[in-house]
């Protein structure tokens, strides 16, 4: 079983003079449940070699114990030290996608063409593709078969506007997540702020926020199950 996780390369929070990039423990929590059911990860990103951290997701209010497990972690160092380029990266390697979030990836994975194409062709080869957080933001310009949007008609989550405004960064961000979703035509839905909350349509899989990261690798591994034995 074959993992990849696609990380941001962003780091500026754009012109406030502040650091952003992923959410540890939106990596570091799929990470170890994806281990622990065998898995081989890959880490990718579009620049490669070491992605931002946002520092907010080190602080001692944000830290886990996944997180901490992480950080002292020094086969996990040496993967995050070592990401791929994602332009090089062949989406038939592999069995699945998992999406961290952070703000970053609402300035380049959004945007990104390699990005695009990994989602596209991995849900078109049947394969299942998580994201949670932010994350489901780089679903922006994602196309179904048909060329409508993705997320058109279907069930999807993401960091809500509440939450957003509760991180005091609503003038900050290129787009908000749970507007982008509902303009592209999603079935958007949530549950309480800061609570996990993960929806599946399908191969789709999308989760809300930071403590959503967990369940969205259970579920994408119960999926990856499923598919195993069908």
């Given at each position: 079983?074959?993992?990849?996780?696609?990380?941001?390369s962003?780091?500026?929070?754009g012109?406030?003079g502040?650091?952003t990039?992923?959410w540890?423990?939106e990596?570091?929590?799929?990470?170890?449940?994806?281990?622990?059911?065998?898995?081989?990860?890959?880490?990718a990103?579009?620049?490669g070699?070491r992605p931002p951290?946002?520092?907010k997701?080190n602080?001692?209010?944000?830290?886990?114990?996944?997180?901490?497990?992480?950080?002292a972690?020094?086969?996990?160092s040496?993967?995050?030290d070592?990401?791929v380029?994602l332009s090089t990266?062949?989406?038939?390697?592999?069995d699945?996608v998992?999406?961290?979030?952070?703000?970053?990836?609402?300035?380049?994975?959004a945007?990104?063409g390699d990005?695009?194409?990994i989602?596209e062709?991995?849900?078109?080869?049947?394969?299942?593709?998580a994201?949670?957080?932010?994350?489901p933001?780089?679903?922006?310009h994602?196309?179904?078969?048909?060329g409508?949007?993705l997320?058109?008609?279907r069930p999807v989550?993401?960091?809500?506007?509440?939450?957003e405004?509760?991180v005091g960064?609503?003038?900050?961000v290129?787009?908000?997540?749970?507007?982008?979703?509902?303009a592209n035509?999603?079935?958007?839905?949530?549950?309480a702020d800061?609570?996990?909350?993960?929806v599946r349509d399908?191969?789709?899989i999308?989760?809300q926020n930071?403590a959503s990261?967990?369940?969205?690798?259970d579920v994408?591994?119960a999926?990856?199950?499923?598919?195993?034995?069908a």
């Amino acid at each position: 079983m074959n993992v990849l996780v696609v990380l941001t390369s962003h780091e500026e929070l754009g012109t406030t003079g502040r650091k952003t990039g992923f959410w540890l423990e939106e990596l570091a929590a799929p990470y170890y449940r994806l281990k622990q059911a065998g898995a081989t990860i890959t880490l990718a990103s579009p620049k490669g070699g070491r992605p931002p951290l946002d520092p907010k997701s080190n602080e001692p209010d944000s830290q886990t114990d996944d997180t901490r497990r992480f950080e002292a972690d020094a086969e996990a160092s040496a993967a995050l030290d070592s990401t791929v380029v994602l332009s090089t990266v062949d989406p038939a390697d592999y069995d699945a996608v998992f999406y961290p979030g952070g703000h970053g990836p609402l300035w380049d994975l959004a945007e990104d063409g390699d990005s695009r194409n990994i989602i596209e062709t991995t849900l078109r080869s049947g394969k299942p593709v998580a994201l949670v957080c932010h994350a489901p933001g780089v679903l922006r310009h994602v196309t179904a078969e048909d060329g409508s949007p993705l997320v058109q008609g279907r069930p999807v989550t993401g960091f809500t506007n509440s939450e957003e405004e509760g991180v005091g960064l609503t003038e900050v961000v290129p787009f908000l997540v749970e507007d982008m979703l509902k303009a592209n035509g999603g079935v958007y839905s949530k549950g309480a702020d800061w609570g996990s909350y993960v929806v599946r349509d399908g191969l789709l899989i999308t989760g809300q926020n930071p403590a959503s990261s967990a369940e969205a690798a259970d579920v994408l591994l119960a999926v990856l199950d499923e598919l195993a034995t069908a």
